[in-house]
């Protein structure tokens, strides 16, 4: 039986080994006490951005407007039950008409894509437990480059000058999973966006940084009998946004008694 399966998992992921080696004890909880939180505004209107982009594909091209509708029909239907605060919801509805069509405008020069949401899996040597991750967007190759196009969307309310630690890992790995892809992420906001490239000679090193950070989790797993004593290891950051959702800062409350 391997770490991962110890505790009823499959695979590592981009998210889960950015979980661990931010904020162990979010890991913990996520990963062995099986806690799922409710989400944020926040999360699910990076999640409506790509509903709405999907609804503009599928005609090549359709109506932004109704690309924004269905965006926002998604949005409130996955806040309704969240908590937080009602001004943010807002204003994060009533940014989804920028962010779409900013990414319009940001993947038009790729064309339409071929595909979107693919399972990507990989083995890295001396991990033992497999590696998954889900792309966002395909498109052919455009330009002089051969290479076809992967593009990992975010959605942000600030643009950033690069890839920030997280993205970067996981953008590492995508090239990684598909060395024969040109592998690019591309903030939004709702006035303006960015495009960076990922390069094999960085995602080389970063798979480094991924392999150590997975091997010193499967030890991490391989000293309890009983994984749910991982959580003596390690004190929650209750000021880490992994925290932020309700429920999982209730769980988290809870298994650690404070």
Request: charged share 25%.
């Amino acid at each position: 039986m391997t770490p991962l399966e110890k505790i009823g998992k499959k695979a590592w992921s981009a998210s889960s080994i950015n979980k661990l080696m931010s904020q162990p004890a979010a890991w913990v909880l996520s990963y062995v006490y099986n806690v799922r939180g409710s989400g944020n505004a926040a999360m699910t209107r990076g999640l409506a951005a790509e509903v709405g982009y999907d609804s503009f594909c599928k005609n090549e091209f359709g109506s932004i407007e109704d690309a924004v509708s269905e965006a926002v029909r998604y949005f409130n239907k996955n806040t309704a039950l969240q908590g937080g605060c009602q001004k943010k919801r807002d204003k994060e509805r009533s940014s989804l008409d920028g962010f779409i069509r900013q990414t319009v405008e940001a993947f038009e020069p790729f064309g339409f894509p071929t595909s979107s949401q693919g399972k990507l899996e990989y083995q890295m040597d001396g991990v033992q437990d497999p590696w998954v991750g889900y792309d966002d967007y395909n498109f052919a190759p455009s330009g002089n480059d051969p290479r076809p196009v992967t593009i990992d969307l975010k959605t942000t309310h600030r643009l950033p000058s690069q890839m920030n630690d997280m993205h970067r890992r996981q953008m590492g790995l995508y090239q990684l999973m598909k060395p024969d892809h040109r592998i690019l992420i591309c903030y939004c906001t709702s006035k303006k966006h960015a495009i960076y490239e990922m390069t094999m000679d960085e995602a080389k090193e970063i798979g480094e940084q991924l392999k150590a950070a997975a091997q010193s989790g499967e030890r991490m797993i391989n000293l309890f009998d009983n994984p749910k004593e991982l959580s003596t290891l390690y004190a929650p950051d209750f000021d880490s946004f992994y925290f932020n959702d309700t429920i999982t800062r209730a769980e988290a409350k809870r298994v650690w008694g404070y």
